[in-house]
């Protein structure tokens, strides 16, 4: 079992960056492979990115390739979410959440989650 604590949200103007962190608590973080995902008020939850143990493995959404960067510090048991170029409709809170599966995509392949933090991207 890890804890996880998300930090970071906040309000941002549309084409601005924020940068997102994921503290884990926990001696086996580095075994994890660590996700994010968003939801947006009246929508499902949405994957966002996720990173394998090692950082070999990184997968993206479509909604935020090219745009979003997902990177793991495992020495300070962190993942952090560097978004770029936001859009309005990035607008949801933000999860963190660990998974010990195979699967990435579905919020019911990970067992342990954030208590999620606020982004709003104004126009």
């Known amino acids: 079992q890890v804890q996880l604590v998300e930090s970071g949200g906040g309000l941002v103007q549309a084409g601005g960056s924020l940068r997102l962190s994921c503290a884990a608590s926990g001696r086996t973080f580095s075994t994890y492979a660590m996700g994010w995902f968003r939801q947006a008020p009246g929508k499902e939850r949405e994957f966002v990115a996720q990173i394998r143990w090692r950082g070999s493995s990184i997968y993206y959404g479509d909604s935020v390739k090219g745009r979003f960067t997902i990177s793991r510090d495992n020495a300070k048991n962190t993942v952090y979410l560097q978004m770029n170029s936001l859009k309005p409709e990035d607008t949801a809170v933000y999860y963190c959440?660990?998974?010990?599966?195979?699967?990435?995509?579905?919020?019911?392949?990970?067992?342990?989650w954030g208590q999620g933090t606020q982004v709003t991207v104004s126009s």
């Open positions: 959440a660990a998974s010990l599966r195979l699967g990435f995509l579905k919020k019911e392949d990970y067992d342990n």
